[in-house]
């Protein structure tokens, strides 16, 4: 008998609604077994975008009762009583029920300035543990476009997205402008281009990461930050005025370097 | 690729966008948190007025030597009719010199990054919660001044600085009675505690960690910036929790203070 209400968003470019599907609920589901059983028994025409089934491709993104989860790692009996509502990602433009055109997010993949090392020296490249360390944690992004979805600065205003790179890239610089190899300065260019100063810190982004990367304690504050010592700390400005510095010159980043 | 050679696309990709066109979907209490920030902000906010521009009298208790942190360092001339030995400094400022010390915690706990995300999710509702719809139409971030002026949140937590070491010598001094020797009571413990609390506040700020070591890009070059930042970062994780139990426990030494140097309640002394 069926006990369980899905809620989901059927529409395209054209319009949709939100259709009320009634299934049985069977023990130990996640949200995507459910999808799948109402495409096996109701539905074959629900586009709906999955791959690995496990947490690691970042496929099925969507918003389950209005908040952003992969549909895969969200168990049904953790859901509370009444309609589960399923509608697509709502900051991308819909392809069809819970598909989303995310090519936003590739264009600004796009942008980032490649990782720059200098000239290969002898013996090749070194790093010390604790450097490499550092960035771990902002490899194990699986590239789902939740924190970009959630982020209010292009959620709720469009009109941002051509100039903010969003918290996924802005894991992306700061990985890269702690890279102890890395020869290029993008803090002014993050600043002045790619909307750091948009961000305020809300944390939704932290809040709905599926792999529970610290994107704003440990990427957006940090590039903030380092955005202060380039552009708005006036005893840093003076500093790089009496000592002839630019705001990292080749000499400082050779220092740095292993 | 160098950043000086970076093409910027332009980004062109509007369109429907699927769903219902309704604030929010979300199902759960999620007004619960910006509500309780709210309360404890603003519950703050209108006893921290009330102390700084009409608690004139009873922040020194002079027999244990207890003086609230709102009133230290005591500056003015206001500080002579309560006992307290005033600074040189300041000394024609007739009004509360509470006015002159708060603007610097104030400023230091206005531009730090947990408590701009709490106020601009609960006061400016922008968001009010994740995936609620934003309170306003247009966003500029803080692009734009005044909120541009975020930016110098590390001045005011050198300024803080100042003053945590200014209330651990109040601290210290709660020890030594005016009578002689050395004793404790409720109210040096108080003291002692706030002045701990306000200093993992500040160590566990984000700037802090960014000047200890975060601003590197080569750990291995800098291991004694390493072991600091290595230090402050878990203390870090606890910013929030820091952030709110050393607001609380201000207010309540202020008001354990003004009790006890009001004759309402016994500072209990221990030995």
């Known amino acids: 008998m069926a006990d369980l209400t899905m809620r989901i968003w059927r529409g395209d470019q054209d319009g949709g609604e939100l259709v009320d599907y009634e299934i049985e609920s069977q023990e130990g589901e996640v949200v995507l077994d459910v999808i799948h059983r109402l495409q096996a028994t109701q539905i074959p025409d629900l586009a709906c975008r999955w791959n690995c089934k496990a947490g690691k491709c970042g496929s099925c993104s969507a918003e389950i009762n209005g908040m952003p989860r992969l549909m895969c790692m969200t168990r049904m009996d953790q859901l509370p009583d009444g309609p589960i509502t399923v509608t697509p990602m709502r900051a991308f433009p819909i392809i069809r029920d819970l598909v989303t055109d995310v090519s936003f997010n590739f264009e600004m993949a796009k942008r980032v300035p490649a990782f720059n090392p200098p000239p290969m020296p002898e013996g090749g490249y070194r790093m010390q543990q604790i450097d490499v360390e550092r960035g771990q944690e902002f490899r194990k992004c699986i590239e789902c476009f939740m924190c970009q979805n959630v982020c209010h600065v292009i959620r709720d205003h469009e009109e941002n997205k051509a100039n903010y790179a969003g918290p996924r890239f802005f894991i992306r610089y700061a990985e890269l402008e702690m890279h102890p190899l890395d020869t290029n300065d993008r803090r002014e260019l993050v600043r002045e281009k790619m909307g750091l100063g948009l961000c305020n810190i809300t944390k939704c982004c932290t809040e709905v990461c599926p792999e529970h990367i610290k994107i704003t304690d440990n990427a957006i504050i940090p590039l903030k930050e380092r955005a202060v010592d380039a552009h708005y700390d006036p005893v840093a400005w003076l500093g790089r005025k009496i000592t002839r510095r630019t705001k990292r010159s080749a000499a400082e980043a050779a220092a740095d370097r292993p | ?271």
Request: aromatic share 16%; net charge positive; glycine share 6%.
């Open chain 2, 1 to 271: 690729m160098a950043v000086d050679d970076a093409t910027i696309t332009e980004v062109q990709l509007g369109g429907r966008r699927g769903g219902p066109d309704v604030a929010t979907l979300r199902t759960d209490k999620w007004w619960k948190l910006p509500v309780t920030t709210v309360a404890v902000l603003s519950a703050f906010i209108v006893y921290a007025t009330w102390a700084a521009f009409f608690g004139t009298s009873n922040f020194f208790y002079a027999a244990h030597n207890l003086l609230s942190p709102f009133y230290s360092p005591c500056l003015g001339n206001i500080c002579k009719t309560q006992g307290v030995t005033t600074s040189p400094f300041l000394g024609w400022w007739q009004l509360s010199p509470a006015l002159i010390i708060l603007v610097f915690p104030l400023g230091f706990r206005m531009t730090c990054y947990y408590y701009r995300k709490a106020y601009y999710r609960s006061f400016w509702r922008s968001p009010v919660a994740c995936a609620v719809q934003d309170a306003h139409s247009t966003y500029s971030g803080e692009t734009r001044a005044p909120l541009i002026l975020q930016n110098i949140h590390r001045y005011f937590f050198y300024f803080g600085l100042v003053f945590n070491v200014l209330l651990t010598i109040d601290a210290v001094q709660a020890f030594i009675w005016p009578g002689g020797g050395v004793h404790m009571s409720i109210g040096t413990l108080v003291l002692c505690l706030n002045a701990s609390l306000l200093w993992l506040y500040s160590l566990s700020c984000h700037a802090c960690r960014h000047l200890c070591g975060g601003q590197v890009r080569n750990f291995s070059k800098h291991p004694i910036r390493h072991k600091l930042w290595k230090f402050v970062t878990p203390l870090n994780a606890k910013h929030m929790q820091f952030a709110w139990m050393s607001l609380v426990v201000v207010a309540m030494t202020d008001v354990y203070v003004r009790l006890v140097a009001s004759g309402t309640i016994t500072d209990f002394k221990i030995f």
